[in-house]
T-cell receptor, first 112, second 114 residues
Framework: GQQVMQIPQYQHVQEGEDFTTYCNSS?????IQWYKQRPGGHPVFLIQ?????EVKKQKRLTFQFGEAKKNSSLHITATQTTDVGTYFC????????????FGTGTRLTIIP | KAGVTQTPRYLIKTRGQQVTLSCSPI?????VSWYQQTPGQGLQFLFE???????NKGNFPGRFSGRQFSNSRSEMNVSTLELGDSALYLC?????????????FGPGTRLTVL
């Protein structure tokens, strides 16, 4: 079956440094969603990317979808303590019939 | 608008028992999906219901079942519990089940099987 891997698994950064997580799939992605889960919390939707090569920005967050639609990335500029959490990518297959295949997640911790 | 609610929030059961978890979607949302989250396997899709019909199912044994009521509230049931069923069970709702709909997760039910 489809596997969606994320690297790194863990990332510790100093506050103010940048952070990037990469999402790679064994098969072509239908469209990618990104979620953030705070410690003890539940996943919160961040964004959805649909088109090959698409780039979207949300303040300090930049999301990219690979040209071949087999990878995606999330980049955070100048991290803040509020960015702590686990970031998941998810492939939304069976367009219209919801089935999200989640990536393995990257846990971000910030060193103040 | 109230968010997705799940009850109970915490549950402790013993092996062999069965459990029923409840999810109330955001008012007006008709699609409810269930996910299991464990440290080892991550977030895994269980099933999705839309207008009382199961539209999609993940790779879980038949011990995991669910249903949706006419008011869109959903329940999932796990029978003959095993230690490995200990997990955070999350439900998520969407408006019409369209590709453009945002999925909203509930706080989850933490199930511990002893």
């Amino acid at each position: 079956g489809q596997q969606v891997m994320q690297i790194p698994q863990y990332q510790h950064v100093q506050e103010g440094e940048d952070f990037t997580t990469y999402c790679n799939s064994s098969t072509t992605l239908s469209n990618i969603q990104w979620y953030k889960q705070r410690p003890g919390g539940h996943p919160v939707f961040l964004i959805q990317l649909v088109k090959s090569g698409e780039v979207k920005k949300q303040k300090r967050l930049t999301f990219q979808f690979g040209e071949a639609k087999k990878n995606s990335s999330l980049h955070i500029t100048a991290t803040q303590t509020t960015d702590v959490g686990t970031y998941f990518c998810a492939d939304r297959s069976n367009f219209g019939n919801e089935k999200l295949t989640f990536g393995t997640g990257t846990r971000l911790t910030i060193i103040p | 608008k109230a968010g997705v609610t799940q009850t109970p929030r915490y549950l402790i059961k013993t092996r062999g028992q069965q459990v029923t978890l409840s999810c109330s979607p955001i008012s007006g949302h008709r699609s409810v999906s269930w996910y299991q989250q464990t440290p080892g396997q991550g977030l895994q899709f269980l099933f999705e219901y839309f207008s009382e019909t199961q539209r999609n199912k993940g790779n879980f044994p038949g011990r995991f079942s669910g249903r949706q009521f006419s008011n869109s509230r959903s329940e999932m049931n796990v029978s003959t519990l095993e230690l490995g069923d200990s997990a955070l069970y999350l439900c998520a709702s969407r408006s019409q089940g369209l590709a453009t709909d945002t999925q909203y997760f509930g706080p989850g039910t933490r199930l511990t099987v002893l």
